[in-house]
């Protein structure tokens, strides 16, 4: 456990001397159990072992920040831990190799951490503290020994993977695929800052709804704000995306049951802000593209999902993993300019 800036400055040291691509992070973060998630737990392994950071017992981390954004570092499902990292220290790692992306390039389907260290290693990872509040101090030793568990076999599946994607030529697939993961999660973590209210399913609103989307999501934030909790804790986003269908329709809605007196009352003066507003005041929705026009548009679609089918069937991969739905929806309605939207390793198999 790294607990004091001395520590920290060792640990640099130590971190600094290995070679890139040859460490490993993970991180916990309290957003289960507080509105305002913080960073609360740094995992980090190389060669010689796990080493422990906390956060929250050390008030200048810009140590860790400069050593992390000058290497490679290997992670597994890195897309929430960048926008942690993003949200504590503004900055990412030089490079992101997750082990993620690496078990999906080479077919598995069950490529969750516990699910691939079960597979390579015949080791079982614990589950118990999953959901603990990591904010807590001080841990218990399930919490130290769950937090080692999720770094401590990470360089060893890395070296397997990295075989066999080599030994396949997917090794290039595998660095662009890192490298536009950490470009699209610059992207949201900036689009999140700006607009945060447009959740999943929101792209189907019309702009009255996000107008009442907008104003129950301001809502749902302050109500978690003040109560100190996840938002989700208040009411889910299911929840806020109904209540917007029906307000775009004119429809009423009223606050749960299960709410006190005081939360409904403050619901209610949402719903009346959101009513109040003119139409100039909302929000526009994002822009669709459509092909109902283009009566060849669903002939050329198929061809080219079931070409992508096909080439995935004959590399053991997901489908999706060629390309998206929407990736080949925009290479049927302009093959040129779909194709753009598609990395190197994807497109080459497509015009193959």
Known sequence: ??????????????????????????????????????????????????????????????????????????????????????????????????????????????????????????????????????????????????????????????????????????????????????????ERHLAGSVEPWRIKGSGNLEARGLAALRELWNWRNDEAASWDRPAFMVCSNDELIRWSFALQEFRSVYPPHHFHAHRATRFRRAVERFQLLDESEYPQPPKHTRHETDPAFEERLEYWLKRRNTIAAELDLEPCIIATRSQMESIANDQAHGMTKLMNWQRQLLEA
């Open 1 to 186: 456990m790294i607990t004091d800036s001395q520590a920290l400055f060792e640990w640099k040291v130590r971190a600094m001397a290995q070679p890139a691509g040859r460490t490993v992070l993970d991180l916990e973060a309290d957003s289960m159990h507080r509105h305002h998630e913080k960073l609360c737990l740094i995992q980090y392994a190389d060669a010689d072992g796990v080493a422990i950071i906390d956060p929250l017992a050390i008030e200048d981390l810009r140590l860790f920040a400069v050593w992390m954004e000058s290497t490679d570092i290997w992670m597994h499902g890195a897309d929430y831990d960048m926008n942690l990292l993003q949200s504590a220290f503004g900055t990412l790692p030089r490079l992101i190799l997750d082990t993620q992306i690496a078990a999906r390039l080479l077919g598995f389907r069950q490529f969750g951490l516990a699910a691939l260290v079960e597979h390579f290693f015949d080791i079982t990872l614990s589950k118990k503290n999953q959901k603990a509040d990591w904010g807590k101090r001080p841990m218990s030793d399930d919490m130290k020994e769950y937090a080692q568990g999720d770094v401590k076999y990470m360089l060893g599946m890395a070296d397997i993977l990295v075989e066999r994607l080599k030994k396949l030529g997917r090794y290039d697939w595998f660095i662009e695929s890192c490298e536009l993961q950490m470009q699209k999660g610059r």
